[in-house]
């Protein structure tokens, strides 16, 4: 059967990839940026992966023709006439991809599905301006695109089955792994994984361990494969800070998710992390690594604070129907790479045990984000 023809629009870091794996998985696949620049970039980058996986003899050189052959560059939406799925991956400001949206419906065929790959936007918000939006859907890819296995694919209220159905066969097809979601704010990783970074860095804030210790005890003794700032060193303390904020507002200020003062001075100071050479850590060439201090009891104290407080979070997910036990738990193994799905760590744990954990932080603490979910006390309960 003929592949659908495939539209990206924006070739920027996530486009580019994205298109990448389209054209690799067999599809016509067009690339479209208003940035002749970036196009470029976009064109130069895909040849120069293509050409590595040859030298790594992962592709033939046919199989690097056959893709490359694959992809057109446009400037103008226009040329998505011929798609039956277009992904949008440009500028998080849902004013520009209202507008795109827009124009896109205007070229595409009746039954061509609309995609966004927005990671804080409400997909239900970009489908508002469309004449049928019942076509409208979120599929969500992780940097980098063609490497990290995880989409999660997210069906507005507005979204047809069928549009779900066929958007989901699609990335299938394409070796990823799929997961469906709520379309609620930061979908199953970014929601679930937010403790990760929030609490470490109020661990550190109270004084408990540094940066170091805290990273230490994450990776050895809960096989995380970084610690949590140096994670937050990779992606960016500006980045990271961005979506802790964005997904705090978005929950109506849920103490939960409140950001942290640590992250946002490093980030306002230009301590963004690995690409300005000092975050957490100093890059500096020259410059050595903090020594933890390697207490086994101190470590597994922050780590059993830090993964019942996401294990908490994936209740929360579970429990508001925002996806499956599965497919949370699938998410963040394949979408941040966690040794374990926290679902099932809790099972590994003791469910009885995180309770309590839980429980004894509230009453210490008194503050509503050390709450425990519901969920996790009625299964407590009910043994
Ligand atoms: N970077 C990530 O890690 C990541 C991960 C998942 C999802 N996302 C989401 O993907 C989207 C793109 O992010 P990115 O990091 O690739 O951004 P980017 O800045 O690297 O690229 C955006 C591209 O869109 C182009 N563009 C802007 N307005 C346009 C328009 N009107 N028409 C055509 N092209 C236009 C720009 O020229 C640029 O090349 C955002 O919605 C973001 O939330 C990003």
């Known amino acids: 059967m003929e592949k659908t023809n495939i539209g990206v629009l924006g070739a920027g870091t996530m486009g580019a990839g994205i298109a990448q794996v389209a054209a690799q998985s067999g599809h016509a696949t067009v690339l479209v940026d208003v940035n002749a620049e970036q196009l470029q970039k976009a064109k130069a980058g895909i040849e120069k992966v293509l050409a590595r996986l040859v030298e790594k003899g992962t592709k033939t050189e046919a199989e690097k023709t056959e893709i490359l052959g694959r992809l057109t560059y446009a400037s103008s939406i226009a040329d998505f006439v011929d798609c039956g799925m277009v992904i949008e991956a440009i500028v998080e400001k849902i004013e520009v991809k209202h507008s795109v949206f827009k124009e896109m419906e ?10 966004s790959n927005t990671s804080s936007l409400s997909i239900a918000s970009i489908g508002s ?9 979120g599929i969500h890819f992780f940097n980098p695109a063609p490497l ?52 470490a860095l109020r661990i550190y804030e109270e004084g408990v361990a540094d940066f ?11 096989g995380f494969r970084m610690g949590p700032f140096t994670l937050m060193d990779y992606i960016g303390n500006d980045i990271n800070y961005t979506v802790t904020e964005t997904v ?8 939960r998710f409140k950001p942290s003062f640590t992250q946002k001075r490093h980030s306002e100071a230009g301590f963004l992390g690995r690409k300005t050479g000092r975050g957490y850590y100093n890059y500096a060439e020259g410059s050595t690594l903090p020594e933890p201090v390697k207490d086994e009891v101190l470590g597994r104290q922050i780590f059993e604070r830090i993964i019942v407080m996401l294990i908490n979070e994936a209740f929360d997910a579970l429990f508001l129907n925002v996806a499956s036990r599965k497919d949370i738990d699938l998410a963040m193994t394949n979408g941040v790479n966690y040794p374990k799905g926290l679902l099932a760590w809790a099972d590994d744990l003791g469910l009885p045990f995180v309770l309590e954990k839980l429980e004894a932080l509230f009453a210490e603490y008194g503050e509503d984000r050390y709450r425990p979910n519901v969920l996790l006390r009625r299964m407590v309960v009910a043994n």
Not at 106 to 115: K, M, R, T, Y
Not at 148 to 157: D, G, K, Q, Y
Request: hydrophobic content about 45%; glycine content about 4%.
């Open 106 to 115: 205007a070229v595409v065929s009746e039954d061509c599905i609309l995609a």
């Open 248 to 255: 705090f507002a978005a929950f109506y200020y849920d103490p």
């Open 129 to 137: 301006v469309l004449k049928n939006p019942s076509r409208i859907i």
């Open 212 to 222: 170091a210790t805290i990273d230490w005890a994450m990776t050895h003794i809960g």
């Open 148 to 199: 990290m296995p995880l989409v999660e694919i997210i069906p507005a209220v507005q979204t047809s089955e069928e549009v779900l159905s066929s958007a989901k066969t699609i990335i299938d097809s394409w070796k990823k792994i799929t997961v469906v979601c709520k379309d609620t704010p930061g979908f199953i990783v970014n929601r679930v994984a937010r403790p990760f970074y929030g609490e």
